[in-house]
């Protein structure tokens, strides 16, 4: 049994070590700079009360609890019914361990429940329209603009040209000069935006295939799209304290990363070459922290 759960279930506490017990559940993260000293007056008792309080968990001493103690919450498996999707809710004043194993398991139910989405015979059909495309055209506006420049770079490290389009006058103007080597992907939590809607059509008018990546299907945006990838994010309608912004962008990251990563994969020694030549023309500027021994290695 973890110390987390010991220190949870023990029974034969003195009321002061009740104390003592529900200061440290309650704020973890302060015992690190914490004396027992310190503890003992945070919690109307003493160095030698938190002392006994420890050996009473099976500790040699508080130094030792506290090492534990640490360790054992920050790589804590025993609550992970704690931090479902449908609980991770950030609140007020929240201690940095809670929020480091909320963000965590944010990450890795995303990624589960995106990957668990994905369709295999989609992502190869995806994959085939963006290796056959020379231009990758993203379509973006606020939050989502970041990980659509994310987007952007992978694409270019394996041979496309890429770009990102957010300002609303230019996604109309390059969407009615667009030919059918582009590929469009429009990025769109609600999948309702009238400017994004907008170049879909326009898009689709012209032959460009186009791929969306959104929370429903079922959405505007959703529906108009050649492919549609849902992202594991909560509905719109949901507070920014569910986190579904950290959720959408990293379903989304994930499947870019995916994309990438096969089409990257496909043309693999082409790909390699172009990136030694971006390394090698970028030496000047990185050599001022990379190791010499590292560009004399790549020039032989």
Excluded at 95 to 102: E, L, P
Excluded at 127 to 151: E, H, K, P, T, W
Excluded at 198 to 207: A, C, D, F, M, T
């Amino acid at each position: 049994m973890g110390l987390i759960k010991t220190l949870k279930n023990k029974k034969d506490l003195t009321e002061r070590e009740v104390c003592i017990r529900d200061y440290i559940l309650k704020k973890p993260e302060c015992i690190l700079s914490m004396s027992s000293r310190e503890l003992g007056e945070a919690t109307y008792s003493s160095a030698a009360a938190v002392t006994r309080f420890c050996q009473k968990l099976g500790c040699k001493g508080y130094p030792d609890f506290r090492m534990k103690y640490i360790s054992d919450i920050q790589n804590n498996t025993d609550e992970e019914e704690m931090y479902s999707a449908e609980k991770i809710h950030l609140v007020e004043k929240e201690n940095a361990i809670t929020i480091m194993n909320k963000i965590y398991h944010v990450n890795l139910h995303t990624m589960e429940k995106t990957k668990k989405d994905i369709s295999l015979g989609q992502i190869t059909r995806v994959s085939r329209l963006l290796d056959q495309a020379s231009y990758v055209d993203f379509y973006a506006v606020d939050l989502n603009v970041c990980i659509a420049d994310y987007g952007c770079n992978q694409f270019i490290h394996c041979g496309k040209i890429a770009n990102t389009y957010h300002a609303s006058n230019l996604q109309e103007l390059v969407a009615f000069q667009t030919e059918q080597d582009h590929i469009a992907i429009v990025i769109s939590h609600t999948g309702e935006n009238e400017k994004l809607v907008k170049v879909l059509k326009i898009l689709k008018r012209r032959k460009v295939k186009t791929i969306a990546l959104t929370y429903s299907e079922n959405s505007t945006i959703g529906k108009l799209a050649d492919e549609t990838f849902i992202i594991d994010a909560v509905d719109r309608m949901h507070e920014f304290s569910d986190m579904w912004s950290v959720k959408f962008i990293i379903g989304v990251k994930y499947i870019i990363d995916v994309l990438f990563a096969i089409v990257f994969s496909l043309h693999y020694e082409e790909n390699v070459k172009l990136n030694d030549k971006y390394e090698f023309s970028a030496r000047d500027i990185w050599n001022t922290y990379a190791p010499e021994e590292y560009f004399t290695k790549k020039k032989r």
